[in-house]
């Protein structure tokens, strides 16, 4: 396999497949309104690790410290979450998701793959409740928590792909 970053053109984790090199991450991504929730996979591409909650502030000042983090640990490839409605269509957010795509992609330099999300924080939140975590706790990790749920459910395809 190449160790060549893959092209910002794919699409799809089926493509990404044939362009990846060993040793190398991904970075998962739960993009909403006041924060952006990043997770990061071990080189091996089998875990997926709660990494930062980034506070959105400002487009700019968002994706440049997204984008830092991930020249940090070596990232090849993003998997965002695709808030999808439950009948499968897309709503606003999920426009709103596909947008911040096409306005990063070019300064990411790197792929990003859509990861159907229905759930994610719904479940990572059902799960913190379960171990009894308090609010302020489940608050302060959700996102990068639902990132980390929404890049597994990419690698475990991955692995069954390879």
Known sequence: MS???PSADVATLEALVALLGRNQRLMGIDLGTKTIGLALSDVERRLATPLETIKRVKYTQDV????????RHGVVAFVIGLPLNMDGSEGP???STRAFVRQTAPAAKRPFIFWDERLSTAAVT???????ASRAKRAEVVDRMAAAYILQGALD??????
């Open 3 to 5: 160790q060549e970053t």
């Open 64 to 71: 440049a410290k997204m984008l830092a983090l991930a020249d």
């Open 93 to 95: 957010r999920a426009q």
């Open 126 to 132: 059902r799960e913190l409740i379960a171990q009894d």
């Open 157 to 162: 395809r991955l692995a069954r792909l390879a």
